[in-house]
């Protein structure tokens, strides 16, 4: 079955309906202030404290040594979402039983890097569409690209993201077949905003796809 990751968390109502519909991770987004979906540390600290036990919290970072230090230490996420150079020799010991989710922009060269970044020991890898540095930007990539590096790393886990809602995730996961989705404009009817029948119709597609 695709796991479910809904990104831009920012308002408890948006995490009751995903802790309602069981999505599998959320994600908090910290230090991008140019997303409408930006939390600063204390509000991310709140909403993750609200999270049920088998619900995974996601911190959605840029590689940046000090920044993940003050993640990981304020917040102990499941994982990590990192945006940005591979710096993971720099914090390795910081993030020893944290999950590594390497982001990286949908482009040719995209197998070649998910590939180093797996053999520096990221756990796994997300394919987006970003823009200025980060994703949610609502915009669908050449998904046959993103199934060349599904494959290309498998059974590394590949997580699908970039302007994926409740019209196109079928056919999605028909072309990709990823680990997981990860959704976050496509959940909202104004920006920043996530609406709960958006996330419960998405998250009820995905675990019906076969």
């Known amino acids: 079955m695709v796991k479910v990751k809904v990104c831009g968390i920012k308002h408890m109502r948006a995490l ?13 987004i ?16 709140f909403l993750m404290g609200k999270l049920p036990p088998f619900l ?12 993940v230090e003050k993640v990981v230490k304020e917040l102990n996420p ?23 989710l390497k982001a990286l922009e949908a482009k040719s060269d995209s197998l070649m890097k998910a590939k180093e970044a797996l053999k520096l020991g990221y756990d796994a890898i997300l394919l987006d569409s970003i823009v200025k540095g980060i994703g949610g930007t609502g915009k669908v990539h050449n998904w046959e690209l993103s199934r060349k ?27 990709v077949k990823p680990y997981a989705v990860d959704a976050s404009s496509g959940l909202e009817r104004v920006k920043g905003i996530k609406d709960s029948k958006l996330i419960k119709e998405f998250v009820r597609l995905v675990k019906e796809a076969k």
């Open 149 to 175: 590096v599904r494959d290309g790393i498998y059974p590394y886990p590949f997580i699908l993201s970039g302007g994926l809602n409740k019209d196109n995730v079928l056919e999605a996961i028909d072309k």
């Open 78 to 100: 499941h994982g990590l979402q990192l945006y940005g150079p591979f710096r993971i020799d720099e914090y390795r010991d910081l993030v020893r039983g944290v999950k590594l």
């Open 16 to 28: 009751e309906s995903c802790i309602e519909a069981e999505v599998d991770a959320v994600g908090f």
């Open 30 to 45: 910290i230090g991008f202030p140019s997303s409408p979906r930006n939390l600063s540390l204390k509000e991310a600290k």
């Open 56 to 67: 995974n919290g996601i911190a959605v970072v840029r590689e940046d040594l000090k920044t």
